[in-house]
């Protein structure tokens, strides 16, 4: 079935350090994929997306490209600020789904540095 | 618009009591999703709704938990009884069919069973 696969945390960098986690996903047909992030004590909000094969989804500094031949979407950011200390989480669309279902990454906890 | 509203916010309750979470959508939007995340299992998808109707329920844990949607505007995820194991931040999350990355979520309601 559908899945998603990311790097586990918890990812620790100093301010303006680069920023990759990585993100594979296992589908069958086009889905759209999806980075959220999850601030404390707040819901999941949606980062950024790219909807077909290299697309670039990009928001706040925040960067990911939908590689269809290594099924990857790897979040980056080349330098990271104390504010974006959250969890994020990389996630596609199930198609299967009649609903706007979404399938969900475990998550990655990323604490900055001042 | 005021977003996924979800209340309470923080649930105190004692084992063997009822709980009732609620959740209203945003407006306009048809598909509504209940979430549960803890720090041992991350982020599960308990049940979801397409106009009103229960889509897929293979999330909900036991016959304990329930949900209905009686209206578009309006949900409710019940534990009856309920268990120091239930304790959990409970998201609500909406969005339109077919459209993915329309997925909002609520500000979730922490439960504590004591």
């Known amino acids: 079935g559908n899945s998603v696969t990311q790097m586990e945390g918890p990812v620790t960098l100093s301010e303006e350090a680069f920023l990759t986690i990585n993100c594979t996903y296992t589908?069958?047909?086009?889905?759209?994929l999806f980075w959220y992030v999850q601030y404390p004590g707040e819901g999941l909000q949606l980062l950024l997306k790219?909807?077909?094969?290299?697309d670039k989804g990009s928001n706040k500094g925040f960067e990911a490209t939908y590689r269809k031949e290594t099924t990857s979407f790897h979040l980056e950011k080349g330098s990271v600020q104390v504010s974006d200390s959250a969890v994020y989480f990389c996630?596609?669309?199930?198609?299967?789904?009649?609903?706007?279902?979404?399938?969900f990454g475990s998550g990655t906890r990323l604490s900055i540095r001042p | 618009d005021a977003g996924v509203i979800q209340s309470p916010r923080h649930e105190v309750t004692e084992m063997g009591q009822e709980v009732t979470l609620r959740c209203k959508p945003i407006?306009?939007?048809?598909?509504l999703f209940w979430y549960r995340q803890t720090m041992m299992r991350g982020l599960e998808l308990l049940i979801y709704?397409?106009?009103?109707?229960?889509?897929?329920d293979s999330g909900m844990p036991e016959d304990r938990f329930s949900a209905k949607m009686p209206n578009a505007s309006f949900s409710t995820l019940k534990i009856q009884p309920s268990e120091p194991r239930d304790s959990a931040v409970y998201f609500c999350?909406?969005?339109?069919?077919?459209?993915?990355?329309?997925?909002?979520f609520g500000p979730g309601t922490r439960l504590t069973v004591l």
């Open positions: 996630a596609l669309s199930d198609q299967r789904s009649s609903a706007s279902k979404i399938i």
């Open positions: 589908a069958t047909g086009y889905p759209s």
């Open positions: 790219a909807t077909k094969a290299d």
């Open positions: 407006s306009g939007h048809n598909s």
């Open positions: 709704f397409n106009n009103n109707v229960p889509i897929d």
């Open positions: 999350a909406t969005g339109t069919s077919g459209v993915p990355d329309t997925q909002y």
